[in-house]
């Protein structure tokens, strides 16, 4: 028996499922997966 296939998200499951996430951090779909977004740079931010 092999791992569990993951299943991929479309964008309004996503959608749903950031909202309910802790709000300091930021997420992005990639390839229907979830992944957290590095912080942003202050200098960035300006």
């Keep these: 028996?092999?791992?569990p296939?993951?299943?991929k998200m479309d964008i309004d499951e996503f959608l749903?499922?950031?909202d309910r996430q802790e709000p300091d951090t930021r997420?992005?779909?990639v390839?229907?997966?979830p992944r957290?977004?590095?912080a942003?740079?202050?200098a960035?931010?300006?």
């Design 1 to 3: 028996m092999g791992a």
């Design 5 to 7: 296939a993951i299943q």
């Design 16 to 18: 749903a499922w950031a």
């Design 27 to 29: 997420y992005e779909l």
């Design 31 to 33: 390839g229907g997966q």
């Design 36 to 38: 957290a977004m590095n």
């Design 40 to 42: 942003c740079s202050q």
């Design 44 to 46: 960035h931010s300006r």
